[in-house]
């Protein structure tokens, strides 16, 4: 079946550091991909998505690509920073649908 | 423009009690979802509405969970007879829902986190 998988968290890095959250998916047909965060106290919010194969996505410093052959769309960024701290949901939206598939989260905390 | 809203923003409940859980999408978004999130667990798919059309109820996990969308706009997730399984963060989300490259970007809510005792 259709499906998300991240990397169990929680990730704890100092700032300054490199980061990246691995996601892979498995679905049908060409789904778009997307990157969710949670701030703390917040609601989610989109940070970025990417909608066909090669395709990059990036916010605030963020970047994934889509990778189909690897099935993957790793989160990555150069260097973090405290408020980077968050839970960050990948996700998939199945081509042709409405629906969304999330993985469980991968909570990060950035220490100064 | 406001966001989504959500409310009750907590609500601690006894096992049995029925509870009802509301949002209010965005002005003009016809799409309107709701997720569960349980501690450790992604968001859980419960329920979809868009515009007229018959809600997708394929992911209520029990038919004590119902919801209803008044006027294509507020809608009302109720849980039945509430179990301890039940507690959880419930979430609501609103989309245009329209064509276009970004018609089914979603915009969330606080959630309500709910306790069941």
């Known amino acids: 079946g259709n499906s998300v998988t991240q990397m169990e968290g929680p990730v704890t890095l100092s700032e300054e550091a490199f980061l990246t959250i691995n996601c892979t998916y498995t679905a049908t047909g060409y789904p778009s991909l997307f990157w969710y965060v949670q701030y703390p106290g917040e609601g989610l919010q989109l940070l970025l998505k990417a909608t066909k194969a090669d395709d990059k996505g990036s916010n605030k410093g963020f970047e994934a690509t889509y990778r189909k052959e690897t099935t993957s769309f790793h989160l990555e960024k150069g260097s973090v920073q405290v408020s980077d701290s968050a839970v960050y949901f990948c996700a998939l939206r199945l081509s042709g649908t409405y629906k969304y598939i999330f993985g469980t989260g991968t909570r990060l905390k950035v220490l100064a | 423009g406001a966001g989504v809203s959500q409310s009750p923003s907590n609500k601690v409940t006894e096992k049995g009690k029925d509870v009802e859980l509301r949002c209010d999408p965005i002005?003009?978004?016809?799409?309107l979802y709701w997720y569960r999130q349980s501690l450790g667990q992604g968001l859980e798919f419960l329920i979809y509405?868009?515009?007229?059309?018959?809600?997708?109820k394929s992911g209520l996990p029990s038919d004590r969970f119902s919801a209803e969308r008044t006027g294509g706009s507020v809608s009302t997730l109720t849980i039945q007879r509430t179990q301890q399984e039940d507690s959880a963060v419930y979430l609501c989300a609103s989309s245009a829902g329209t064509s276009g490259s970004n018609s089914y970007e979603q915009y969330f809510g606080p959630g309500t986190r709910l306790t069941v005792t």
């Open positions: 002005s003009g978004h016809t799409a």
């Open positions: 509405f868009q515009g007229n059309s018959a809600p997708d």
